[in-house]
T-cell receptor, first 115, second 113 residues
Framework: DAGITQSPRHKVTETGTPVTLRCHQT?????MYWYRQDPGHGLRLIHY???????DKGEVSDGYSVSRSKTEDFLLTLESATSSQTSVYFC??????????????FGEGSWLTVV | KNQVEQSPQSLIILEGKNCTLQ??????????LRWYKQDTGRGPVSLTI?????NTKSNGRYTATLDADTKQSSLHITASQLSDSASYIC????????????FGRGTSLIVHP
């Protein structure tokens, strides 16, 4: 298994509160991603990073921000959580080098419930 | 716009039977196609990767095929087991500067004893 750790794994929070999810990798991969997965929608990209301090928006970025101050850590922040952000969040990493370049490896997920 | 369509959306089969899942894509220029297996409550795990020059790739009882001309792929599962119950996701990457792959919505497979 790829060395990806997500924390917390489960969280219940109240509407309007800030929430930060952390993704930590030990593979030294350049690219890191945050996805959310909801029934009927599959995996949707929130934000991604292509290097330290280099991030960009995905298709469902509204209400989310990210930061990457070190290669191994990628943080996802919900500034003011809403019920529509109740979801399962997956961190992923990839590296474009080698014959299997661009394989995406996923973490185990963080279950967030906003009440 | 790059798109990946999977069919069927869900499938129920009996243990020991074979099944085939489909993936059609419009991603261009094509680089590679991956099939992932996602068990309930877990993150997706890569099963196979296929590049433009490959048309068949096996991983145990899983065999993926690729027709780059028609932009279609299939995942065939032989002699299904209860542990094959999962969601199977097709992911296609483009060549060039993009490192954002395109995901299908997945096929939910249930294997009954």
């Amino acid at each position: 298994d790829a060395g990806i750790t997500q924390s917390p794994r489960h969280k219940v929070t109240e509407t309007g509160t800030p929430v930060t999810l952390r993704c930590h990798q030990t593979e030294n991969h350049r690219y890191m991603y945050w996805y959310r997965q909801d029934p009927g929608h599959g995996l949707r990209l929130i934000h991604y990073s292509y290097g330290v301090k280099d991030t960009d928006k995905g298709e469902v970025s509204d209400g989310y921000s990210v930061s990457r101050s070190k290669t191994e850590d990628f943080l996802l922040t919900l500034e003011s959580a809403t019920s529509s952000q109740t979801s399962v969040y997956f961190c992923a990493i990839s590296d474009r080098t080698g014959p299997s370049g661009n394989t995406i490896y996923f973490g185990e997920g963080s279950w967030l419930t906003v009440v | 716009k790059n798109q990946v369509e999977q069919s069927p959306q869900s499938l129920i089969i009996l243990e020991g039977k074979n099944c085939t899942l489909q993936c059609n894509y419009t991603v261009s220029p094509f680089s590679n196609l991956r099939w992932y297996k996602q068990d309930t409550g877990r993150g997706p795990v890569s099963l196979t990767i296929m590049t433009f020059s490959e048309n068949t790739k096996s991983n145990g009882r899983y065999t993926a095929t690729l027709d780059a001309d028609t932009k279609q792929s299939s995942l065939h599962i032989t002699a299904s087991q209860l542990s094959d119950s999962a969601s199977y996701i097709c992911v296609v990457s483009a060549s060039g500067g993009s490192y954002i792959p395109t995901f299908g919505r997945g096929t939910s497979l249930i294997v009954h004893p």
